[in-house]
């Protein structure tokens, strides 16, 4: 059985410089990490290429350029377009820069382009680290207070209570059984009320639930788990497409053709065909 912990637990023990700051260099278009949530901050900052960062569920558009800041305890996964995408990561907790700030619990504006300051900055950046001279770290440290300044003055759209903050933690973490049920359970049939049942709810207040902390419906969240793995069968062009259809859990060919049109803007036969 296929186990699908989505929580991502970081561990940074860089005192000096507590990030873990890494380049992504994807060099085929399709899925570069699944989807997966943890409490730090994330950010990408795109150098080259296009794609797609999901943020509970909600596609963001990113190219060269694009800032994409994934808050504390949101689902994200990211999805290239291109044979070449490049981008710069930071992973960071607030609190080890200021405390002050993370009881804030600020929430960032997702996506962010054509800033001049922090195309600067991030450019900056990305120089110290592939350079790494003497004193790379403490220039790298003042570079992200000086970011994270900005960013407050800039681009937060609202601020949690503490409360609130622990409920998207909870929330997340309860329906980690639902997600691996989904997950090992795709090729059947599913009903709301056995997911429901999954974490002790009705089926009323796990449908508000699911969509308040993932951002679709389960039978959304269903379907898009389905359509992934049909595409990745299709890709292995060893079934006919009725049979993948069948496979992944669809008991309608027609539906599996329209939906999986309608989330990857082409039909089953130009995956399985290519």
Not at 59 to 66: L, Q, W
Not at 212 to 224: A, D, V
Request: glycine share 4%; hydrophobic share 35%; aromatic share 12%.
């Amino acid at each position: 059985m296929h186990d699908i912990n989505l929580y991502e637990k970081k561990i940074i023990n860089d005192e000096e410089f507590p990030v873990q700051m890494f380049q992504n260099q994807i060099r085929k278009p399709g899925v570069y990490f699944t989807p997966h949530w943890h409490e730090h901050i994330e950010i990408h900052y795109f150098m080259e290429g296009r794609g797609v960062i999901k943020c509970n569920q909600k596609p963001f558009e990113v190219k060269e350029g694009s800032l994409v800041i994934i808050n504390s305890s949101e689902l994200h996964e990211g999805i290239s377009y291109t044979k070449v995408c490049d981008s710069l990561v930071l992973i960071f907790e607030m609190d080890a820069f200021s405390k002050e700030t993370a009881n804030f619990n600020a929430i960032f504006q997702t996506i962010i382009t054509d800033d001049s300051v922090i195309n600067e900055l991030l450019q900056s950046m990305y120089r110290e680290d592939m350079e790494k001279q003497l004193g790379y770290k403490m220039a790298l440290r003042g570079k992200i207070y000086e970011l994270i300044t900005y960013l407050l003055r800039n681009y937060v759209v609202e601020n949690l209570s503490n409360r609130e903050n622990s409920k998207r933690i909870q929330n997340l973490t309860r329906l980690n059984t639902v997600l691996q049920y989904i997950e090992n359970n795709y090729t059947d049939p599913i009903t709301i009320g056995t997911l429901a049942e999954l974490i002790h709810l009705s089926e009323y207040r796990f449908c508000h639930l699911f969509k308040e902390s993932i951002g679709q419906s389960p039978l959304s969240y269903i379907n898009e788990v389905r359509l992934k793995k049909a595409h990745h069968l299709l890709e292995q062009k060893e079934m006919t497409i009725a049979e993948v259809a069948a496979t992944v859990g669809f008991q309608d060919y027609n539906n599996f053709g329209r939906l999986f049109r309608k989330m990857y803007g082409y039909a089953p036969s130009k995956t399985w065909s290519s």
